[in-house]
T-cell receptor
Framework: SQQGEEDPQALSIQEGENATMNCSYKTSINNLQWYRQNSGRGLVHLILIRSNEREKHSGRLRVTLDTSKKSSSLLITASRAADTASYFCATGGVGQGAQKLVFGQGTRLTINP | DAGVIQSPRHEVTEMGQEVTLRCKPISGHNSLFWYRQTMMRGLELLIYFNNNVPIDDSGMPEDRFSAKMPNASFSTLKIQPSEPRDSAVYFC????????????FGEGSRLTVL
């Protein structure tokens, strides 16, 4: 299975601190995406990084991808209470599997005011 | 613009009853996905469609589950008969259909089978 595994499962930090979440996967990928899910809501796409990219930024988000280690990290800088949510990585396979996004179990992030 | 619309948002039913979940994708999106989310198994892809045609239904748990997409603006996921282990949040998502497209999720249908 190419399912991603997030680490840690839960993270609690103070507002203003940086939050780092990691994702590992097992098979070759076309792209890796990060999503956020607020409690009781649907998932919202945050950022996509392709297999030939190593780093990508979007606002306070920074994503890295290391295909040799089959791992990715999501960094949220200067965290805010509104960042409290679960964060999931999702991998798209190669070829016809690219559309089949496989999600990890998620990291539950709590930002304490 | 309206996002992905799912109904019902909550459904409570008794074991053995038929359940139908509905989804309206974002207009112009060519791909539609059904996912199921539980605490134990996380998010599982059940089935996805491209241009209304089922492409991969390998995630459908068993014959009690069926999904249809009669046109570009509507899809259903049916469970018949329902069982308590089907209790979960069912998400519909749509995308533009490119190989690396982001998914746009609905708010989900929370199903409880008693």
């Amino acid at each position: 299975s190419q399912q991603g595994e997030e680490d840690p499962q839960a993270l609690s930090i103070q507002e203003g601190e940086n939050a780092t979440m990691n994702c590992s996967y097992k098979t070759s990928i076309n792209n890796l995406q990060w999503y956020r899910q607020n409690s009781g809501r649907g998932l919202v796409h945050l950022i996509l990084i392709r297999s030939n990219e190593r780093e990508k930024h979007s606002g306070r988000l920074r994503v890295t991808l290391d295909t040799s280690k089959k791992s990715s990290s999501l960094l949220i800088t200067a965290s805010r209470a509104a960042d409290t949510a679960s964060y999931f990585c999702a991998t798209g396979g190669v070829g016809q599997g690219a559309q089949k996004l496989v999600f990890g179990q998620g990291t539950r992030l709590t930002i304490n005011p | 613009d309206a996002g992905v619309i799912q109904s019902p948002r909550h459904e409570v039913t008794e074991m053995g009853q038929e359940v139908t979940l509905r989804c309206k994708p974002i207009s112009g999106h060519n791909s539609l996905f059904w996912y199921r989310q539980t605490m134990m198994r996380g998010l599982e892809l059940l089935i996805y469609f491209n241009n209304n045609v089922p492409i991969d239904d390998s995630g459908m748990p068993e014959d009690r589950f069926s999904a249809k997409m009669p046109n570009a603006s509507f899809s259903t996921l049916k469970i018949q008969p329902s069982e308590p282990r089907d209790s979960a949040v069912y998400f519909c998502a749509s995308s533009l259909g490119t190989n690396t497209g982001e998914l746009f999720f609905g708010e989900g249908s929370r199903l409880t089978v008693l």
